[in-house]
Structures are given as C-alpha cells and as structure tokens.
C-alpha cells in the first residue's frame, strides 16, 4: 500500500558533523512533503517542508532534498549540535478531498548526538 | 502568538471508561486535526474538523468521536476505552484555504489506560 517510510531507524551522530536522514515515499501523487522534529515528551515540530515542483529547499542548518525519480526525500542537518537529539519524521501532505490534506507519516529516525 | 494548546497533559483511565481531551488552535487557524502516536510510531490520523464538521476521518472506529466549536477548539472523545487506545493524542491545526495546509501541532495529551 501506499506509506511514507525511513531507511534507518536510528543514527548516531558527533556534534559538530553533518547529519542525513533519509525518508522513502510511495505515492507519486503527493504534492507536499514536510520534516517534523519531536523531542520527548512533546509535540512534533515543524522543521521544514517542500513542495514536489521543487529539488531542494534550504532553511537554518537545515536542507531538504527531493528526488522525485527514486521517490526519496532527506533532511540534512548542518554542524549538528546535542540540541538536534530527537526523533525526525517526514510526513507526507496528501490531498483527500476538496480542500483537505491529510498528513501521514512514517515510524521516525531517532538521531542522537555524541558531545 | 499562541501555539496550539492541548489539555490536560496527562490523564489515567481505566477500561471502559470515557475520556475529552481538549484542542486550542494556533492563533488565525480553522482546521483542526487530531492523531493518535503509539509509543515509537508516527502519529496516525484520526479525524479533521473545519466549519464544526467532520470532514475526513481515518481508520479509527466509531468509539472515537469529536466536535469543533464555533471558536476553532475542538474536543476528541474516547468511549469505551480499550488498553490499546494508551497513546499520546496530539492535536493540529492549519489554515483551510492556505497553499499548503501545513499543520502545527500541540504538545499531546498523554492517555495511559488501566
């Protein structure tokens, strides 16, 4: 069926390096691809998000990456500090009727970052 | 500027109970989505609501009900609560009519099940 989904579950990082997290989509159909963070114990945030008429979008320490060909997305994170430890999801914006989206995403990347 | 505001934070039933839990939008918001996250899983939809109606719903069953008021908050109701319905319920909001929806999301409403 169709999913939004993650390479690696888990990724180990040094502070000070650069992370990537890598996220695999099914549906050629979706228009809008968005990256939450979400720290224990709280709400997913937003990070940052990309339409599918675009390749790349960059924000602050943050770049995310869309290849349409493979159906694959990453977040890339820049000198990555302890701050970044958390759970990454990419979420899919699917449109489900006149006017409405609906979000699904996949089971997450934990990313921890070594001082 | 508010974000999205859930109460409470955390709430302990036990089986077959009923449970509210409670969603204030983002300041300017209209659409309010709820999900439910599994510990280690993504959140999975539950319903949307816009202009106090449902307007879409995931595959929860009817046990799970809600309601937006003319302010935008929003209720999730649980009834006859199951073990498995422990979760945390996070609430999301965004603008209908916007470019691209995007949804923000509150801090969650911790739902443990005896």
């Known amino acids: 069926g169709e999913s939004v989904g993650l390479h690696l579950p888990t990724l180990s990082v040094q502070e000070g390096d650069n992370s990537i997290i890598n996220c695999a989509y099914s549906?050629?159909?979706?228009?809008?691809f968005i990256w939450y963070k979400q720290e224990s114990g709280k709400g997913p945030q937003f990070i940052i998000d990309?339409?599918?008429?675009?390749d790349k979008r960059q924000g602050q320490r943050v770049t995310v990456l869309l290849n349409k060909t493979v159906k694959h997305l990453s977040l890339q994170i820049a000198a990555t500090q302890p701050g970044d430890s958390a759970v990454y999801f990419c979420?899919?914006?699917?449109?489900?009727?006149?006017?409405?989206?609906?979000?699904?995403f996949g089971k997450g990347t934990k990313l921890s970052v070594i001082p | 500027d508010a974000g999205v505001t859930q109460s409470p934070t955390h709430l302990i039933k036990t089986r077959g109970q009923q449970v509210t839990l409670r969603c204030s939008p983002k300041?300017?918001?209209?659409?309010v989505s709820w999900y439910q996250q599994a510990l280690g899983q993504g959140p999975q939809f539950i319903f949307q609501?816009?202009?106090?109606?449902?307007?879409q719903r995931g595959n929860f069953p009817d046990r799970f009900s809600g309601h937006q008021f003319p302010n935008y908050s929003s209720e999730l109701n649980v009834n006859a609560l199951l073990l498995g319905d422990s979760a945390l319920y996070l609430c999301?909001?965004?603008?209908?009519?916007?470019?691209?929806?995007?949804?923000?999301f509150g801090p969650g409403t911790r739902l443990t099940v005896l």
């Open positions: 999301a909001s965004s603008l209908a009519g916007s470019v691209l929806y995007t949804q923000y």
């Open positions: 549906n050629s159909a979706s228009d809008y």
């Open positions: 990309i339409r599918s008429n675009m």
């Open positions: 979420a899919e914006n699917r449109r489900s009727g006149a006017g409405s989206y609906q979000l699904t």
């Open positions: 300041s300017g918001h209209d659409t």
């Open positions: 609501y816009y202009e106090e109606e449902e307007r």
